[in-house]
């Protein structure tokens, strides 16, 4: 039977949580104690391996279906009344808050975001002007229906971190390389700098609002900052970054995550996050080491949901085997949900990893 380790560091209160949600799973974890049983959530819980949110968004272009306060409360729902995850993630897009500011985009199937005219000259930062909560008021609605649903489970919000929103700005769009991206941060730092601060307030608005309406948690999204090594991920990236976790400090437990950052967990983990998310390819135990010991999150392999269920059972204890001496753990995936995953086979995680961690567990 898996050993459960005892924690004994004091309880976070967290200042805009609400009581009784400052003991749920994931809040306590998040702050270093030790849980009723470890948390779970997925990322990329709410949508495409759902048959209920085919249903509900057929027909409906994603981004008018992040604005529609109706659809994103039923999305975002979905997966906590099919598989008892211990958190929401708030249904949305990284992209939602430049669309909300004027930026001229659309998110096309099958591709991703695409910027009309893409941000490369100091005359172009101007478009991007400051966030303000009258933008999004369709956030706000959301999250509070969502929080009066919820009851006992946290509501993660989110955001885009400001390198991964300025590679698609810089870009136009998806890219492989970020040599544009790559490019303007060592050819230009001045502008690069600009267009960074302005992104990071406009995240820092994001999650604020967010926050306000009632969000329990936040987690900044990094996709790209894989891309860079160490160096420029310190000297270019991490401030803006630390910029938009320090406008919430204290009021939420913070996650940054990012894709293939097993080099960068370090100085992820200074950037003020209280909790590290980790990809699929460095083992919880190595990342504990990386990341100064504070709280990990992760980090099964999604496409181990699409093998035999022995297979899933056998990787998920591995990975609870691997975090058995952490501070804290968040179980999640090491990336999101794929869309061929059976929703069966997510149900089953739940109920593995409950069973595994609860308190009655020896």
């Not at 999250?143 to 590679?167: D, H, N």
């Not at 999101?336 to 929703?343: E, F």
Request: charged residues 20%; negative net charge.
């Amino acid at each position: 039977m898996l050993r459960v380790t005892v924690r004994t560091a004091a309880p976070v209160r967290w200042t805009a949580v609400q009581e009784h949600l400052q003991d749920s799973p994931l809040l306590v974890a998040a702050g270093g104690g030790r849980p009723e049983r470890t948390p779970v959530w997925f990322m990329r819980q709410a949508g495409r391996s759902l048959p209920e949110y085919l249903a509900v968004r057929e027909g409906v272009p994603m981004l008018e279906s992040c604005a529609r306060p109706d659809l994103v409360t039923e999305i975002t729902l979905q997966p906590v009344r099919r598989y008892g995850v211990d958190a929401a993630i708030f249904y949305s897009d990284i992209v939602v808050p430049l669309k909300a500011v004027g930026v001229d985009l659309d998110i096309k199937p099958g591709v991703g975001p695409v910027i009309a005219d893409p941000v490369r000259t100091a005359a172009d930062l101007q478009r991007l002007r400051p966030l303000e909560p009258g933008d999004v008021a369709y956030v706000t609605e959301a999250v509070r229906s969502l929080v009066g649903e919820l009851g006992s489970t946290p509501l993660i919000g989110f955001a885009g971190a400001p390198f991964t929103l300025a590679t698609y700005l810089v870009e136009g769009g998806p890219s492989k390389e970020h040599a544009r991206t790559k490019a303007l941060m060592l050819g230009e730092p001045e502008l690069w700098a600009g267009l960074m601060s302005r992104l990071a307030a406009i995240s820092a608005a994001f999650l604020r609002v967010q926050v306000d309406a009632g969000a329990s948690a936040v987690q900044l999204f990094d996709s790209w900052a894989g891309v860079l090594p160490r160096r420029l991920y310190e000297e270019h990236v991490a401030p803006w970054s630390a910029q938009v976790l320090g406008a919430l400090e204290g009021r939420v437990p913070r996650i940054t995550f990012g894709v293939g950052t097993g080099e960068l967990l370090g100085s992820m983990a200074a950037t003020g996050a209280e909790v590290v998310g980790v990809d699929f390819r460095v083992p919880l135990d190595e990342a504990a080491r990386r990341a100064a010991g504070k709280p990990l999150q992760g980090n099964l392999d999604p496409a181990v949901l699409l093998a035999p269920w022995p297979v899933v059972e056998r990787e998920v204890l591995r990975v609870l085997d691997e975090a058995r001496d952490l501070p804290g753990h968040v179980f999640n995936l090491g990336h999101g949900v794929l869309p061929a995953s059976d929703p069966d086979v997510l149900r089953r995680v739940v109920e593995l990893v409950h069973e595994r961690t609860g308190t009655t567990a020896g």
